[in-house]
């Protein structure tokens, strides 16, 4: 087996082990990187800088979407972060739905923790 195979299988989201590689390798990130990085990046919105143009071929649909406003993903980055580090205040001002989104990882890894424990269990 290649190693981008299995790259794409470590990050395939379709097994319990894939699920916790992802999101935990997020949120380590999240926790190791200074905020400065985050903060002073020339691009404010990852998805618009890179993300969603990687699959538009090079154009932003939210763009013209969204126009003079921010999409509902702007600032989750750095709200992320800031929730990471204990600064709920600071991480709801920049993205309201960022608490919702903290509990939602939260969960997705700690269903599959169960998941996993309970298969080696069997």
């Not at 989201?13 to 992802?22: A, D, E, K, N, T």
């Not at 143009?53 to 800031?82: E, I, S, V």
Request: hydrophobic share 50%; net charge positive; glycine share 6%.
């Amino acid at each position: 087996m290649g190693i981008l195979k299995k790259f794409l299988n470590l990050i395939d989201l379709s097994r319990p082990q894939s699920v916790l590689f992802v999101l935990g390798s997020g949120l380590f990130i999240f926790a190791i990187v200074p905020f400065d990085w985050i903060n002073n990046s020339p691009y404010n919105c990852l998805w618009k800088a890179y993300i969603i143009p990687f699959f538009f071929k090079g154009h932003c649909p939210t763009t013209g979407l969204f126009m003079d406003c921010n999409c509902p993903g702007c600032g989750m980055t750095r709200a992320l972060w800031q929730i990471l580090h204990g600064n709920f205040n600071e991480a709801f001002s920049l993205n309201h739905l960022s608490p919702l989104v903290f509990v939602l990882i939260i969960s997705l890894l700690s269903i599959n923790i169960y998941k996993l424990l309970r298969r080696e269990k069997l």
